[in-house]
């Protein structure tokens, strides 16, 4: 059914869909409407056997979906920016303990300075606590992201948390014609949670063990094993999507496939951007194509590789950064092709909600094409500022 | 296997292997949350674990919170009928660091008894200073200086801050009454919603005792009238154990190194006497002497 809604109902609306068991959140901006929606459907009956809960922190969510989801609940949350970073350490826990909770994480900056617009820093300091990251363009991919993150995260090969990241504002307050799904496409594309162990009294088993040196560390290869294994698993979710549901939105990296000598790539909201420029650029001549980059954690490096194996140039447009080194996303597209000759263009663009204007964006990739810029990472529309050093 | 079985590796003396089997045999099987401490640590080694209910250990500070996640999920699946939701929690992930997530599941009103195992300092790490240390007690971050003399302050009122909650269960009680500690967590069970009981847990290493001595420490805190055992329901009190002949409080300060030095520190008089004024305080308070 296509209507016109909100990024913040258009996640609520399929969260619903897939029928969790228990979801649980604190209210942070830009996240609060979706949790509002969720807990508005709740009050009046329309989420089936769910119980809602309004956590005191987003540590205190976190944590009560690690004792949900371990006696074998699907859960679910949504969160960002200073909630995700006091998520963590629960986060990293829940990941250990091998729970698939799914969380919609509606990108915004980190304090200090305290900012509530858009960046990805948030999420991408998530990035080695062994949760699965994917970045959505719009909200009809959010709507459609969430059957399939529960479908991941709870498959037994994968069994790890699943955080879908959206850009917040951009795409939370942002009105789009989605197609909203329907009960008995869900249903026939999620089975019911059936987890392969849970806290039972039938069946007492010990969670959150303490491991000695001598076991530690196996538990953290099976969990790396997990994140490689979860590759294939998003292949085949993604496939079954596009099939069930009509709307293809590609693998773990989305692109034209047409070639070209330089390659953009972009995540989350900017890629409707950059895409249009891209087009505009090959209509003039220019050797140039979009990737879009889908999933973070795993990385697709063998996929980037490949299409990246006859380029010369790859622009990466970065929301984030790792300060004191390259930032996050631009070092796992140069491990990517470190045996290619290719130059790599890391342009960081819009920290803290800063406007990313059509003209910046074409102006940028043109200067690389033109090679009047010199490879490495470079800070884009970035205004002229004072240091003071005291 | 028994609820709590043998093979936990607690130091012979130590009173929360009491606590935990008396609590669980009175309750039976249920679903136990464990805030890291030395309770996890003594019992739940990957391979080794001497749990027989389902247990789930997840960090220091959000045992009340991961109870409250499982009793929303038993409610959720209607799993009702597995049995209760039980925390075990040292005195600092309740007290100091995990009050947050407790103070939460408190006001939500999640269906979960929350057990406090106050031995009164962090003693899986080796004795350091919590919010429920006792004045006076020398630990290794307060400890018995020149200028300190121990730790500065009182103990936090936790009972206190259990019924500002409105909790409708709120007892205390102490290893050397197992019986007592049996009967409390029965009659806690009664009650729907937290439920909270503070048990004084005695640390050999920690207090610097001798294994054979911890019974009889944990009870001369009880008759000095430093532990009042207390009993509340829905916010009225309603019982206390009272005490025949009340024993001065250095009978309990003495034989414990972690109070030695009271007895030597040139401040050490002044807080003795602060001490038995808790005492007498709490002996008025709670009517704790037989008249
Ligand atoms: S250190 Fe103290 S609390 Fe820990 S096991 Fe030993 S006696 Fe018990």
Redesign the pocket.
């Known amino acids: 059914m296509m209507k016109v809604v909100r990024g913040f109902y258009s996640v609520a609306y399929s969260v619903k869909l897939c029928k969790p068991n228990v979801i649980c959140a604190y209210p942070i901006t830009p996240q609060t409407e979706i949790v509002e929606r969720l807990a508005e459907m709740y009050a009046n009956g329309e989420l089936g056997d769910c119980e809602y809960i309004t956590a005191e922190s987003e540590f205190g969510s976190a944590s009560i979906l690690v004792g949900a989801s371990a006696a074998g609940a699907r859960t679910f949350t949504a969160t960002c920016s200073q909630g995700l970073i006091l998520m963590s350490e629960v986060l990293w826990n829940a990941a250990g303990m091998r729970l698939p909770i799914v969380i919609v994480n509606a990108n915004r900056s980190l304090s200090a300075p305290l900012s509530i617009w858009n960046d990805h820093q948030d999420s991408m300091a998530m990035r080695d606590a062994g949760i699965i990251q994917v970045y959505v363009e719009n909200n009809q991919e959010v709507h459609d992201m969430i059957p399939q993150a529960f479908k991941v995260a709870e498959d037994r090969r994968v069994m790890l948390p699943f955080m879908v990241c959206m850009d917040g504002y951009k795409l939370t307050h942002a009105y789009e014609p989605v197609d909203l799904l329907s009960q008995e496409l869900v249903d026939s594309f999620l089975p019911p949670y059936d987890p392969p162990v849970k806290l039972t009294t039938k069946d007492p088993l010990t969670f959150g063990s303490y491991a000695t040196p001598a076991t530690y560390m196996e538990f953290r290869a099976a969990m790396h094993n997990a994140m490689e294994r979860a590759r294939k698993v998003m292949d085949e979710v993604f496939k079954e999507w596009a099939e069930v549901s009509g709307r293809n939105w590609g693998g773990h990296i989305a692109n034209s496939g047409e070639g070209a000598e330089v390659y953009v790539i972009a995540m989350g909201s900017l890629v409707g951007l950059v895409r249009d420029v891209v087009d505009e650029l090959r209509k003039d001549g220019k050797s140039v194509d979009l990737i879009k980059l889908r999933t973070f954690r795993p990385f697709p490096a063998d996929e980037l590789r490949k299409a990246l194996s006859g380029a010369s140039k790859v622009i990466v447009f970065e929301r984030s950064l790792s300060l004191g080194s390259e930032p996050p996303v631009t070092l796992d597209v140069k491990s990517a092709i470190q045996k290619l000759d290719i130059d790599v263009y890391s342009l960081v663009v819009g920290l803290g909600g800063r406007d990313v204007p059509r003209d910046l964006v074409k102006k940028s990739i043109e200067e690389v094409i033109d090679g009047k810029v010199e490879p490495g990472m470079h800070f884009r529309g970035l205004k002229d500022y004072e240091e003071v050093i005291v | 296997m028994k609820y709590f079985g043998s093979g936990h590796?607690?130091?012979p003396?130590?009173?929360?292997p009491i606590a935990v089997k008396n609590v669980l045999e009175a309750i039976g099987p249920c679903f136990v949350a464990n805030s890291t401490g030395?309770?996890e640590?003594?019992s739940s080694q990957y391979g080794k674990s001497a749990w027989g209910v389902p247990y789930i250990h997840s960090l220091f500070e959000n045992a009340a919170a991961v109870a409250a996640g499982i009793e929303a999920a038993l409610k959720a699946l209607g799993r009702t009928d597995e049995g209760p939701v039980v925390v075990f929690a040292g005195d600092g992930a309740t007290a100091d660091i995990g009050i947050g997530p407790l103070s939460g599941m408190f006001d939500r009103g999640h269906d979960v008894l929350y057990i406090c195992l106050d031995?009164e300092a962090y003693?899986?790490t080796g004795n350091q200073q919590s919010g429920l240390t006792p004045t006076g007690s020398n630990t290794t971050t307060c400890p018995a200086g020149k200028l300190m003399p121990g730790k500065p302050g009182p103990k936090k009122d936790m009972v206190a801050i259990a019924l500002a909650h409105k909790v409708p269960y709120v007892a205390t009680a102490s290893v050397a009454y197992p019986k007592d500690i049996r009967r409390k967590a029965k009659r806690a069970m009664e009650f729907e919603g937290p439920k909270y009981i503070q048990i004084h847990?005695?640390?050999?290493?920690?207090w610097g005792i001798e294994g054979k001595l911890a019974i009889p420490i944990a009870r001369l805190a009880v008759e000095t009238g430093l532990y009042p055992l207390v009993e509340y329901e829905n916010g009225k009190l309603v019982r206390v154990r009272k005490i025949k002949k009340r024993k001065p409080v250095e009978e309990y300060l003495k034989p414990q190194k972690r109070f030695r030095h009271l007895f030597k520190h040139p401040k050490g008089h002044e807080i003795i006497e602060e001490i038995q004024r808790i005492a007498d305080e709490n002996a008025a308070r709670f009517g704790l002497d037989v008249e």
Do not use: D
């Open positions: 590796g607690a130091c003396g130590c009173g929360l030395c309770l640590i003594i031995n003693q899986n847990s005695t640390c050999v290493t920690g």
